[in-house]
């Protein structure tokens, strides 16, 4: 602390469980959008990664809450949300977009594996056999036509995701863009920096998943598909990178009354954070590292290598953004004369010990769902062809896959 | 519903649209059932807020009391001589701290009395910042010793005692 | 049963519907944005509400305002939460302006290092607002706190959640998480004594009046004399809050 602070201040009330909500939100807003690619705008290249993106999708979205309640002192009223939302507020949004969110992929994933969940509710036995065959609600219809209806249902719900994707992080982002009081969070810019930093973390670790998770099962991961994700991601990065910079610039080009606040606070207060890890490693390096990666000079076993380095670099970068937007906001005194302190403890419901589960838990989660839902190409080899071939074998996973 | 000529076969009931149509159906149902059941009466009632709290909080425990007249029935030796002194204008509380209880139960609840040469000091010491229009100053430090403050000045009625303001 | 469930469908179908109308009636919750020329300016209706003023000349940084609140609303004594408190303000020669609050100012102020170069120095107690446009009541997300129709800001105790949004929404610092009921807590201008008639606890506590509280619009009202007769301002104009507090001689460094 230093400078004066109102004294109510000197406790930060929004701790990194705060952090870890919107960074939990914006993994899911990017792997949904790659599946929507895939859906809805016919981006065939994405299709080893389409099933990925949803599952690993929805182990975060399940865990999303959970930092939510942790940081909630009265978690037990959390259902308050749901019953009395204050039309007023942006945080009232989140009990029905949330759950509308959560819907859209339950009921894609659904769809998408309902061939797989009937299968195996036939042929299983056993505890699996009841598992699947409640799964399947008893619709085990798999006729052609019930199965193209499928397909046109799915394309729908990916088509509604978008909107709904975009809501979810326009609104995360309005819930500290419309805070006046806070000159460092107060900006209209706000939601679409949340929105394109989103999209742009989760299409980095939808790249971190699939490279690891083929190392992990000793395939190869399909380099087409990498190479797409490489285009598409440096995109959006330069869309994200730009908007954070302008922020910035604009801000500090009209250097309004609390001007010499902010500039202090990234100064003096998180300069390693914004500058270090958010601009130049989450943000220059991966812009340079992505297209270099496509270099043809390179092996394409290091042009995958530098793509999840990028990736790696980046799906940190945005960490320390929410870091610096939700602890920075904080440390920066509404009196606009000093700062207060925050250090994680490390016990405790909002501590560092707990933060470390909640970010380790969607990956737990992802194991658990993908026995159930199995989300890897049954055979890595042959998917470039595959691609062609738009209708594909129903993915099985006996006994010997691995 | 029959989309396509193929699925004539299938019943309505047992297509996956119309099942999980169903969940989400009884899932909406259920949700809405309890959200009339879970919201408190007054809730909304004038406006978005449960408006029974209004109430709750007037009935919230009282630690001062009204002031100075709700002493001053009983003390009136203390009033005989605090109403002429120049630290009329303070509440007996100011000084006493919270003595809600005190006037209903004397012998048992009774106010706080503190006469250090700080306390009196917390008012009276010159600082940087409080304005000699509005409070007579003095200096701790040299103001007569460390005698007590009560030994020359009556807090009711702080004139000097020997021939002072009063 | 079934006509139950189908009545219940219609109030979705209500909802729904009432969802459309939302979109039009969405002015009535950004009411700064329809309703005032200017945003300083209290609006016109002013019968049965409360007001406040702190008169900074007279501040003497005693602390017992912020003792007397303490008690009076069950606010932990030992730890940094406060619903009021007193800031000093001291600027030197060279313009440097230093501003702190030790404790809230619960114990005094301790004297200054070097006095003779201080140019300029005073008292500002600080309490809430009682914002007629609230920005806390306008974030809730669960209807927990609000503002009462003779205009203060109330927190219901048993619907607050806890999500501390409204203290990053309140430009003055005035709220905090209360560490013991663990819910959003902040000053109601002690609702449980206007409301019986009598005054705040530290209107009732200060030794010199610096606070002056009471009904506005009545004639004989201090409060009404004041705001028609003196110079006054609010603190953080440019907020749009429209505070019900206003300051005598308040400066320009004042936060």
Same mark, same amino acid.
């Given at each position: 602390?230093?400078? @004066?602070?109102?004294?109510?201040?000197?406790?930060?009330?929004? *701790?990194?469980?705060?952090?870890?909500?919107?960074?939990?939100?914006?993994?899911?807003?990017?792997?949904?959008?790659i599946?929507?690619? @895939?859906?809805? &705008?016919?981006?065939?290249? &994405?299709?080893?990664?389409?099933?990925?993106?949803?599952?690993?999708?929805?182990? $975060?979205?399940?865990?999303?809450?959970?930092?939510?309640?942790?940081?909630?002192?009265?978690? $037990?009223?959390?259902?308050?949300?749901?019953?009395?939302?204050?039309?007023?507020?942006?945080? !009232?949004?989140?009990? @029905?977009? @949330?759950?509308?969110?959560?819907?859209?992929?339950?009921?894609?994933?659904?769809?998408?594996?309902?061939?797989?969940?009937?299968?195996?509710?036939?042929?299983? !036995?056993g505890?699996?056999?009841?598992?699947?065959?409640?799964?399947?609600?008893?619709?085990?219809?798999?006729?052609?036509?019930?199965?193209?209806?499928?397909?046109?249902?799915?394309?729908t719900?990916?088509?509604?995701?978008?909107?709904?994707?975009?809501?979810?992080?326009?609104?995360?982002g309005?819930?500290?863009?419309?805070?006046?009081?806070?000159?460092?969070?107060?900006?209209?810019?706000?939601?679409?920096?949340?929105?394109?930093?989103?999209?742009?973390s989760?299409?980095?670790?939808?790249?971190?998943? %699939?490279?690891?998770?083929?190392?992990?099962?000793k395939?190869?991961?399909?380099?087409?598909?990498? *190479?797409?994700l490489?285009?598409y991601?440096?995109?959006?990065?330069?869309?994200?990178?730009?908007?954070?910079?302008?922020?910035?610039?604009n801000?500090? %080009?009209?250097?309004?009354?609390?001007?010499?606040?902010? %500039?202090?606070?990234?100064?003096?207060?998180?300069?390693?954070?914004?500058?270090?890890?958010?601009?130049?490693?989450g943000?220059?390096?991966?812009?340079? $590292?992505?297209?270099?990666?496509?270099?043809?000079?390179f092996?394409?076993?290091?042009? +995958?290598?530098?793509?999840?380095?990028?990736?790696?670099?980046?799906?940190?970068?945005?960490?320390?953004?929410?870091?610096?937007?939700?602890?920075?906001? +904080?440390?920066?005194?509404?009196?606009?004369?000093?700062?207060?302190?925050?250090?994680?403890?490390?016990?405790?419901?909002?501590?560092?010990?707990? !933060?470390?589960?909640?970010?380790?838990?969607?990956?737990?989660?992802?194991?658990?769902?993908?026995?159930? &839902?199995?989300?890897?190409?049954?055979?890595?080899? !042959?998917?470039?062809?595959?691609?062609?071939?738009?209708?594909?074998?129903?993915?099985?996973?006996?006994?010997?896959?691995? | 519903?029959?989309?396509?000529?193929?699925?004539?076969?299938?019943?309505?009931?047992?297509?996956?649209?119309?099942?999980?149509?169903?969940?989400?159906?009884?899932?909406?149902?259920?949700?809405?059932?309890?959200?009339?059941?879970?919201?408190?009466?007054?809730?909304?009632?004038?406006?978005?807020?449960?408006?029974?709290?209004?109430?709750?909080?007037?009935e919230?425990?009282?630690?001062?009391?009204?002031?100075?007249?709700?002493?001053?029935?009983?003390?009136?030796?203390?009033?005989?001589?605090f109403?002429?002194?120049?630290?009329?204008?303070?509440?007996?509380?100011?000084?006493?701290?919270?003595?809600?209880?005190?006037?209903?139960?004397?012998?048992?609840?009774?106010?706080?009395?503190?006469?250090?040469?700080?306390?009196?000091?917390?008012?009276?010491?010159?600082?940087t910042?409080?304005?000699?229009?509005?409070?007579?100053?003095?200096?701790l430090g040299?103001?007569?010793?460390?005698?007590?403050?009560?030994?020359?000045?009556?807090?009711?009625?702080?004139?000097?005692?020997?021939?002072?303001?009063? | 049963?079934?006509?139950?469930?189908?009545?219940?469908?219609?109030s979705?179908?209500?909802?729904?519907?009432?969802?459309?109308?939302?979109?039009?009636?969405?002015?009535?919750?950004f009411?700064?944005?329809?309703?005032?020329?200017? /945003?300083?300016?209290?609006?016109?209706?002013?019968?049965?509400?409360?007001?406040?003023?702190?008169?900074?000349y007279?501040?003497?940084?005693?602390?017992?305002?912020?003792?007397?609140?303490?008690?009076?609303?069950? =606010?932990? =004594?030992?730890?940094?939460?406060?619903?009021?408190?007193? #800031?000093?303000?001291?600027?030197?020669?060279?313009?440097?302006?230093?501003?702190?609050?030790?404790r809230?100012?619960?114990?005094?102020?301790?004297?200054?290092?070097?006095?003779?170069?201080?140019?300029?120095?005073?008292?500002?107690?600080?309490?809430?607002?009682?914002?007629?446009?609230?920005?806390?009541?306008?974030v809730? /997300?669960?209807?927990?706190?609000?503002?009462?129709?003779?205009?203060?800001?109330?927190?219901?105790?048993?619907?607050?959640?806890?999500?501390?949004?409204?203290?990053?929404?309140? /430009?003055?610092?005035?709220?905090?998480?209360?560490?013991?009921?663990?819910?959003?807590?902040?000053?109601?201008?002690?609702?449980?004594?206007?409301?019986?008639?009598?005054?705040?606890?530290?209107?009732?506590?200060?030794?010199?009046?610096?606070?002056?509280?009471?009904?506005?619009?009545? /004639?004989?009202?201090?409060?009404?004399?004041?705001?028609?007769?003196?110079?006054?301002?609010?603190l953080?104009? #440019?907020?749009?809050?429209?505070?019900? =507090?206003?300051?005598?001689?308040?400066?320009?460094?004042?936060v």
């Amino acid at each position: 602390m230093n400078g @004066y602070i109102y004294p109510n201040e000197a406790n930060v009330v929004w *701790t990194v469980m705060i952090v870890i909500y919107p960074y939990i939100t914006g993994l899911v807003a990017g792997a949904f959008i790659i599946s929507a690619l @895939y859906h809805v &705008f016919n981006q065939k290249v &994405f299709k080893p990664v389409s099933k990925l993106a949803l599952v690993s999708a929805l182990s $975060l979205l399940l865990v999303a809450p959970i930092p939510l309640l942790l940081h909630l002192s009265q978690p $037990l009223r959390a259902f308050n949300i749901m019953l009395t939302p204050n039309p007023s507020s942006a945080m !009232a949004g989140f009990g @029905y977009i @949330y759950s509308f969110y959560l819907m859209i992929v339950l009921l894609e994933i659904w769809f998408i594996y309902r061939k797989n969940i009937v299968t195996m509710a036939e042929k299983s !036995a056993g505890l699996s056999k009841i598992g699947y065959g409640l799964l399947s609600l008893g619709a085990k219809d798999l006729s052609p036509g019930t199965l193209a209806m499928d397909n046109r249902i799915i394309n729908t719900l990916a088509v509604i995701g978008i909107p709904a994707a975009f809501g979810l992080h326009g609104y995360v982002g309005f819930i500290f863009g419309g805070i006046k009081a806070n000159p460092w969070w107060s900006s209209p810019l706000m939601p679409v920096i949340f929105i394109a930093s989103a999209v742009v973390s989760g299409t980095a670790l939808l790249i971190l998943v %699939y490279g690891i998770g083929s190392r992990l099962r000793k395939r190869e991961p399909d380099h087409q598909c990498m *190479t797409a994700l490489n285009k598409y991601l440096w995109i959006f990065l330069i869309v994200a990178v730009s908007l954070e910079a302008l922020e910035i610039v604009n801000a500090g %080009y009209q250097a309004k009354s609390y001007w010499p606040a902010v %500039y202090g606070l990234l100064t003096q207060q998180i300069p390693l954070s914004f500058f270090g890890i958010q601009l130049l490693l989450g943000g220059l390096v991966p812009l340079i $590292l992505l297209p270099a990666a496509r270099l043809k000079s390179f092996a394409r076993e290091w042009q +995958q290598r530098l793509t999840m380095i990028a990736a790696g670099l980046i799906v940190v970068g945005v960490f320390a953004m929410r870091w610096n937007v939700v602890i920075g906001g +904080q440390l920066l005194s509404k009196t606009g004369m000093g700062y207060s302190g925050y250090v994680v403890p490390l016990l405790g419901r909002e501590g560092l010990l707990m !933060a470390v589960v909640v970010l380790i838990l969607p990956i737990i989660l992802f194991s658990v769902l993908s026995q159930i &839902f199995p989300p890897w190409p049954k055979d890595e080899a !042959a998917i470039s062809e595959q691609i062609e071939v738009s209708k594909s074998r129903p993915e099985l996973r006996s006994g010997t896959v691995g | 519903m029959k989309n396509s000529d193929s699925d004539q076969k299938v019943k309505l009931t047992d297509q996956p649209l119309f099942r999980i149509g169903m969940i989400i159906a009884i899932v909406l149902v259920l949700f809405i059932g309890l959200q009339q059941w879970f919201i408190p009466k007054s809730f909304g009632k004038t406006g978005h807020y449960r408006s029974d709290n209004i109430q709750e909080w007037t009935e919230h425990e009282l630690q001062y009391a009204a002031g100075s007249d709700a002493c001053l029935t009983c003390h009136s030796n203390v009033k005989n001589i605090f109403l002429s002194g120049s630290h009329e204008q303070l509440n007996c509380e100011t000084c006493h701290g919270p003595a809600v209880k005190h006037p209903n139960n004397p012998m048992d609840s009774k106010p706080s009395i503190e006469s250090s040469r700080e306390f009196c000091g917390s008012c009276h010491q010159t600082l940087t910042g409080r304005p000699d229009t509005v409070i007579t100053q003095i200096d701790l430090g040299t103001h007569m010793g460390f005698a007590n403050c009560s030994d020359c000045h009556q807090p009711h009625n702080p004139g000097f005692k020997f021939g002072g303001a009063d | 049963m079934a006509k139950m469930v189908r009545r219940r469908f219609f109030s979705l179908g209500g909802k729904l519907l009432a969802g459309g109308i939302v979109a039009g009636t969405i002015g009535k919750y950004f009411p700064d944005t329809v309703a005032h020329a200017a /945003p300083t300016v209290r609006t016109g209706k002013t019968e049965g509400k409360w007001g406040f003023v702190v008169d900074t000349y007279k501040c003497i940084g005693c602390g017992r305002c912020v003792k007397a609140c303490k008690a009076e609303s069950q =606010v932990p =004594v030992d730890q940094e939460v406060y619903r009021t408190w007193v #800031e000093r303000y001291t600027v030197d020669y060279d313009k440097n302006v230093k501003i702190e609050s030790p404790r809230g100012g619960i114990n005094g102020f301790p004297e200054v290092e070097n006095r003779e170069r201080i140019t300029k120095s005073f008292f500002v107690p600080k309490l809430c607002n009682q914002c007629e446009n609230a920005p806390c009541t306008k974030v809730c /997300p669960v209807g927990a706190t609000y503002t009462t129709p003779d205009g203060v800001v109330l927190v219901d105790r048993e619907r607050c959640v806890g999500c501390s949004y409204c203290i990053q929404a309140c /430009p003055y610092g005035a709220r905090f998480k209360h560490p013991v009921f663990k819910v959003a807590d902040k000053c109601t201008w002690c609702y449980h004594r206007i409301s019986k008639g009598m005054t705040t606890a530290c209107v009732q506590a200060c030794p010199v009046g610096a606070r002056v509280f009471g009904e506005i619009g009545v /004639p004989d009202s201090p409060v009404d004399k004041i705001l028609s007769e003196e110079r006054v301002n609010i603190l953080k104009p #440019e907020a749009g809050t429209m505070p019900l =507090v206003d300051y005598l001689g308040l400066d320009k460094v004042v936060v």
